[in-house]
């Protein structure tokens, strides 16, 4: 089984997050415009699970952050 490299969640993450606010930054809908704050949320989420993988604690930070910031867009 192969292990992906958190750095290639990093480089997702980023490119989610372009797209989001670049659909933000063009969008005039407010809907869309949400839906692309809603993307842009995601992208950190992915950011805080990749990031946590690093960490000595085995992700459990990344967890608790990417789940209150669930909660948070919810």
Not at 26 to 54: D, H, K, P, Y
Request: hydrophobic letters at 65%.
């Amino acid at each position: 089984m192969t292990v992906v490299p958190p750095l290639f969640f990093l480089l997702l993450a980023m490119a989610v997050f372009l797209i989001g606010m670049l659909g933000f930054l063009t969008r005039r809908s407010l809907i869309q415009s949400l839906m692309c704050l809603e993307l842009m949320a995601a992208a950190v989420s992915l950011t805080f699970l990749a990031v946590g993988r690093w960490m000595p604690d085995g992700g459990l930070m990344g967890m608790v952050l990417t789940t209150y910031t669930i909660v948070i867009g919810a």
